[in-house]
Each structure stands twice: as structure tokens, then as C-alpha cells.
């Protein structure tokens, strides 16, 4: 519990420096509320996904609005 803690700020304070794509792994990643409607953010999640030949599957939204998600099979 504690590492998946300390990989999702990780990974939230690399968002916060990415821009406007999704900060992650091809385990999954975050994407940032500043990418839109949650349309925007789950295509911005699947083409982050996609380049692992994987899909987006949203997996929590962060009282920041930020959307952490995982890259499945």
C-alpha cells in the first residue's frame, strides 16, 4: 500500500510538469484535470496506453480532479 502511495504522487508530480499529457508507466499513470472533460482525459489516457498496446481503464479520481488510471490487457 505504501508504494502504491508513493508511485501515485510520483506520478502527480510529474503531471503537474507534463503539460497536457498523461504522466505514467505502462502500468498506468494520472492524467491532470487541466486536459478537459473526463472524455478528454480517457482518450488522453488510451493514447497513453496505446503506445503499449494496451487500454485505459480509470481507476480513481483524485480530490484535485486528476484521474489515475491503469493500462490493461
Known amino acids: 500500500m505504501r508504494g502504491m ?3 501515485l504522487l510520483a506520478a502527480l508530480s510529474l503531471a503537474a510538469c507534463g503539460g497536457l499529457r498523461p504522466a505514467g508507466t505502462r502500468q498506468g499513470g494520472v492524467v491532470t484535470p487541466i486536459l478537459g472533460t473526463d472524455e478528454q482525459q480517457l482518450l ?4 497513453h496506453c496505446a503506445r503499449f498496446r494496451k487500454n485505459a481503464r480509470m481507476a480513481q479520481t483524485l480530490d ?3 484521474v489515475v488510471f491503469d ?3
Open 64 to 66: 484535485t480532479g486528476s
Open 5 to 7: 502511495t508513493l508511485l
Open 44 to 47: 488522453a489516457a488510451q493514447g
Open 71 to 73: 493500462c490493461t490487457w
